[in-house]
């Protein structure tokens, strides 16, 4: 059985792992990435090959954050978690030297990817919920880029008109209410003394903070609206909602089962599932796994 | 050249031609639904092909309101312009020794079709605003239709959270707010006199009435957050809006370009172009006629 390593790059690590869709991971890792420049994240590389040099593997599947601009195969626009990571190929990171294809792709594109090749399904539309919001589709187990490499962007939508400031640039954007850093952003800027929370303790004092409850509440409601618009629009069959903040449970996975059903139609509501991703953390890295099996 | 006989059903009539993509129209007509029913409307049939029997065609597409069921064929859900139009297969409207094939599709996603052969594009999103709203998604020149045939309802994406009542049922979906019956509804709710106007008559009056603009403008708003998310998520590269409240001029083009681009991204901006229909009125006939030229 041939063999891949994985490799999802998120904005303060780097998860790796070597192994097969059909046989699991052999190998998994975690390396931090400390200081937020072009060097040190091809020195975490270099790492990572290190760290993996024992196990056989064919390619290498990449998951990254940000834009890929299909056309220039660069990630375009700057990410505000990953500054320098802009107008460069993420296969850049790699030696020059090095004997394998580096394929990559969108993080939350190969978190719906890896998702999707778990049970049947036509659509699958997987959403990532961490520090930003990511989207994936996947249609009959492919991913959908749409015209230039920006489709899913679900993060952007606009939940208010003429709302917050996201870090994107643009107003308003699902991001800055639902992610977990637009409800710190929110809490700082209503003065909380819980701004600087994670996600456990978010949770816990959603339960005792009025303020906190209220805008956890209301990052929940928009994420319930984009999902049911992402529904009518899309009408997939799967539904998959991962990302460390899903894991931990900062967002009822069964409320917003409840609540898309309730606002979409019977049509919509026919054939569609909506589940936590099984994948967990190691999603990413089983999508670039996926990746390369599909070349 | 192979022609077929393309035929779009509205709510109020049937519009019908023979030709070919490349060739054109031979010929054009329209017929009213003067009655509501299911023998009526099977005697427009009848009508149409009495009328088009001079002209060779070698087979027949058909676009009809309302979601249709991939798996079964059917018609699902009742449409409130058309009620007994439910749980019946388009193809039966023709007599049962029709001697040839009858395809059919959603409307929005016929014009969506016809559009999209007009010019280059990999990703175009179709919308027609008329009595309703509805959307079309075609990816490298197929019809999308998600995972069970009711994908790109664009008209029941919700516009406000818990606003008006929506004739599909639901609450606050865009067509409630956007399309002509919508303005008419809530212009009726206010208690305006104004509330029978037809779109030329509600155009002009929206020069006067503050209430009849306020509405009006609202429902553009709404279409342009729409537009705006559907771009966001799907990364088309045209979009085009058609139907007869976009031909009479109800939304300004320029205006919905400009504050659609206004609230994208850069990325999503790059390659996107905001047309109106250049079928007009014909869009869902050459739509038909294509998906027969297609089979």
Redesign the interface.
């Known amino acids: 059985m041939k063999q891949y390593l994985g490799i999802d790059m998120g904005a303060s690590s780097f998860k790796y792992g070597v192994g097969s869709s059909k046989g699991g991971l052999l190998h998994f890792g975690t390396v931090r990435i400390r200081e937020k420049s072009l060097e040190h994240v091809k020195q975490n590389i270099l790492d990572i090959l290190e760290d993996v040099k024992e196990y056989p593997y064919q390619g290498v599947g990449l998951g990254t954050p940000g ?1 890929i ?1 299909r056309k220039t195969g660069k990630i ?2 700057v990410n505000p978690n990953l500054q320098f990571f802009t107008d460069i190929s993420p296969a850049e990171l790699f030696p020059k030297d090095f004997p394998h294809t580096v394929l990559y792709d969108n993080d939350a594109n190969l978190m719906a990817l890896a998702e999707s090749c778990l049970e049947p ?3 699958c539309y997987g959403v990532t919920v961490g520090s930003g919001i990511g ?1 994936g ?1 996947i ?1 009959e187990k492919n991913i ?11 993060g ?3 939940a208010v ?1 003429g709302g917050e400031q996201c870090n ?3 107003q308003g954007c699902l991001e800055a209410y639902a992610s977990v850093d637009g409800i710190r952003r929110q809490l700082q800027k209503a003065k909380s003394p819980f701004a600087g929370l994670d996600v456990p303790g978010m949770i816990s004092r959603s339960k005792s903070d009025p303020l906190v409850k209220r805008v956890v509440a209301d990052g929940e ?1 928009y994420l319930i ?1 984009a999902l ?3 529904t ?6 799967l539904i998959v909602l991962g990302g460390g903040a899903m894991d931990l449970g900062l967002y009822d996975i069964n409320k917003i089962r409840k609540e898309v059903f309730s ?6 509501r ?3 599932k909506i589940k936590i991703a099984r994948f967990g953390n190691r999603a990413g890295v089983m999508g670039g796994i996926i990746l390369c099996e599909r070349a």
Chains 1, 2 share one sequence.
């Open positions: 834009t601009d375009l626009g399904c036509r659509v989207g589709l249609i959908f880029h749409g015209a230039s490499g920006f489709a899913s962007e679900l952007h939508t606009i008109l994107c640039g643009l409601t609206r049911s618009n992402v009518t629009i899309l009408n997939p069959d606002r979409i139609s019977l049509a919509h026919k054939d569609l």
